[in-house]
């Protein structure tokens, strides 16, 4: 058990190691392939100098280096093609790897509590919890039964006298006299109110014609 505790992440750190180790590669593979690209480059150029000179030997050697150089680098694009293969193969293992060791570490632990809960113990504790509830139950039952002078009433004598009292009051209200409906208020048109004219002063004339029917009147 220990050995295989202390084992995985010895295993996880090879296929780090290894990782960094192929991407190390790959990336020394990548420089020699610009270095030969560029020779190839220069390889090609000096073929049109000589060219222009009319050194014709000169230019198909040129002509020939540059051919190697670009068989090599066809190699080295081999090379990184396998180192990319082998890459991908190592990740998707070390995922596989990682998925079922949590899957393992998943299913111990499921193990361990199953171990830690029996079913004998939960329909133990399920018989009390039912027992507990239908205590309650009574309890509260008996909490809840009149006592005393309480437990003597009768339930129908209360209702009929209920029901007297409700047809006493219904009896009242029918013989309450009706009441008038208050009067509606009276609208007044709008627009502009008619004012009275000021009362008129009496002159002297008037007070002599009010005297003369008074002495009339007698």
Same mark, same amino acid.
């Given at each position: 058990?220990? @050995?295989?505790?202390?084992?995985?992440?010895?295993?996880?750190?090879?296929?780090?190691?290894?990782?960094?180790?192929?991407?190390?590669?790959?990336?020394?593979?990548?420089?020699?392939?610009?270095?030969?690209?560029?020779?190839?480059?220069?390889?090609?150029?000096?073929?049109?100098?000589?060219?222009?000179?009319?050194?014709?030997?000169?230019?198909?050697?040129?002509?020939?280096?540059?051919?190697?150089?670009?068989?090599?680098?066809?190699?080295?694009?081999?090379?990184?093609?396998?180192?990319?293969?082998?890459?991908?193969?190592?990740?998707?293992?070390?995922?596989?790897?990682?998925?079922?060791?949590?899957?393992?570490?998943?299913?111990?632990?499921?193990?361990?509590?199953?171990?830690?809960?029996?079913?004998?113990?939960?329909?133990?504790?399920?018989?009390?919890?039912?027992?507990?509830?239908?205590?309650?139950?009574?309890?509260?039952?008996?909490?809840?039964?009149?006592?005393? @002078?309480?437990?003597?009433?009768?339930?129908?004598?209360?209702?009929?006298?209920?029901?007297?009292?409700?047809?006493?009051?219904?009896?009242?209200?029918?013989?309450?006299?009706?009441?008038?409906?208050?009067?509606?208020?009276?609208?007044?048109?709008?627009?502009?109110?008619?004012?009275?004219?000021?009362?008129?002063?009496?002159?002297?004339?008037?007070?002599?014609?009010?005297?003369?029917?008074?002495?009339?009147?007698?």
């Amino acid at each position: 058990m220990f @050995s295989r505790m202390f084992g995985k992440p010895k295993q996880e750190a090879n296929a780090v190691t290894t990782l960094d180790k192929l991407n190390e590669t790959l990336e020394m593979l990548e420089k020699k392939e610009k270095v030969l690209l560029k020779k190839a480059s220069a390889e090609v150029d000096k073929a049109k100098e000589f060219t222009k000179a009319k050194n014709k030997r000169a230019a198909i050697q040129c002509l020939k280096r540059k051919r190697l150089y670009e068989q090599q680098v066809e190699q080295l694009g081999n090379f990184q093609l396998r180192i990319h293969d082998q890459m991908i193969m190592l990740e998707g293992a070390k995922a596989t790897t990682e998925t079922v060791d949590a899957l393992r570490t998943g299913a111990q632990a499921m193990k361990a509590m199953q171990k830690a809960v029996n079913i004998d113990d939960v329909d133990k504790t399920m018989e009390e919890i039912n027992e507990q509830t239908e205590n309650m139950k009574l309890i509260q039952e008996a909490l809840a039964t009149p006592i005393g @002078s309480a437990a003597d009433f009768d339930e129908d004598e209360l209702e009929a006298e209920l029901e007297e009292l409700e047809g006493g009051e219904l009896e009242d209200l029918l013989l309450q006299p009706a009441t008038t409906a208050p009067a509606a208020p009276v609208q007044m048109p709008t627009g502009r109110i008619p004012t009275r004219p000021p009362p008129r002063q009496n002159t002297a004339e008037d007070d002599e014609l009010a005297a003369l029917q008074a002495e009339m009147a007698l």
